[in-house]
C-alpha cells in the first residue's frame, strides 16, 4: 500500500463518520487541528448526553473515486468531550465547508450564536491509521 499526507488529507472538505456508544453513526464536518478532530453539537442533538455516559468514539474519513479507483481512509478510536465554543476555530470549520462567512445560509451563522452551542474535540489514543487502498 502507498501513503499518502494525512495532514492534507485532512485539510480537504470531506465527511467523517463518528460511531458512538449505543451504538450510532452520525455523518460530521470536521476541523483537524492540533492533532484532533474538532465538530460543533448543540442541543439539536444527543451527543452531549451520549458523550457523557461514553466518551469512547470510532471515527472514520474516507473517499472513493470511481473513476479513478483511488480509494483512502483515515480512521482512529479516541475519547472525545465537548467543550465550550471557540468561535473562530467554529468559523473555520465551515468556512471549509461554505466559503466565506458572510456566504453562508443564516442558520449556519444563528448557531453560532446559540448558547447551547459547544464543540467536541476528539483527540485519538494513537495516530490515525492512514490506508491507500487504491486498485
Do not use: I
Amino acid at each position: 500500500m502507498s501513503s499518502f499526507d494525512v495532514h492534507d488529507f485532512l485539510s480537504r472538505p470531506l465527511v467523517a463518520r463518528v460511531a458512538t456508544a449505543g451504538p450510532t453513526v452520525r455523518p460530521v464536518w470536521f476541523l483537524w487541528e492540533e492533532n484532533a478532530f474538532w465538530w460543533l453539537t448543540g442541543a439539536y442533538a444527543r451527543l452531549e448526553r451520549r458523550l457523557a455516559e461514553d466518551p469512547t468514539v470510532a471515527l472514520v474519513v474516507d473517499t472513493c473515486d470511481l473513476a479513478t479507483g483511488q480509494v483512502l481512509s483515515v480512521t482512529c478510536r479516541g475519547t472525545a468531550e465537548v467543550v465550550a465554543l471557540d468561535r473562530s476555530r467554529a468559523v473555520r470549520k465551515l468556512t471549509r465547508y461554505l466559503g466565506p462567512e458572510e456566504t453562508w445560509p443564516a442558520r449556519f451563522t444563528a448557531s453560532l450564536d446559540d448558547p447551547a452551542a459547544r464543540l467536541v474535540r476528539c483527540v485519538p489514543e494513537r495516530p490515525p491509521v492512514v490506508r491507500d487502498l487504491s486498485w
